[in-house]
């Protein structure tokens, strides 16, 4: 066990490591961005064939905004049409064990969870 009050020291803009992380890598989409990009180099069509339920604003939202945070490279290639690739910075393949782990959690305990969603919708709360 250990002392997360140690662990979450204070900055001037986050309160805890754990903080800051979510505010990299939280929203619904960015985790699942970051899993297809450790695939490889994606293009913007492609990231959004895998995501269908992802809108197109969304998605530009959330490349910028790993972009700024030097999770992921965006290469524009000049012709026409605009061609423009996604990649993982080393910054950003340094998040492969987390997603992992994520993936394995997810495929462990994902029949667990559904079963406690159901059985507590079924209490009418």
């Known amino acids: 066990m250990f002392d997360t009050k140690e662990l979450c020291v ?3 803009t986050f309160r805890c490591p754990v903080e800051f992380t979510i505010d990299v890598l939280g ?4 985790p699942l961005i970051l899993y297809y990009l450790l695939g490889g180099t994606k293009r913007f069509g ?3 064939r895998l ?3 992802v809108t197109r604003r969304m998605l ?6 790993l972009e700024r945070d030097g ?3 965006r290469k524009v290639y000049s012709q ?3 061609m423009v690739e996604y990649s993982l910075t080393e910054l950003g393949r340094s998040l492969e064990p987390v997603l992992l782990l994520m993936l394995d959690w997810g495929q462990r305990n994902n029949l667990r969870v559904d079963a406690h ?9």
């Open 60 to 65: 530009t939202q959330h490349l910028r905004e």
């Open 117 to 125: 969603r159901q059985e507590f919708a079924a209490r009418g709360v």
């Open 10 to 12: 204070a900055t001037e």
């Open 80 to 82: 026409v049409p605009p």
């Open 27 to 30: 929203g619904k989409w960015k």
């Open 51 to 53: 995501l269908p339920h």
């Open 71 to 73: 999770i992921v490279h």
């Open 46 to 48: 492609g990231l959004q």
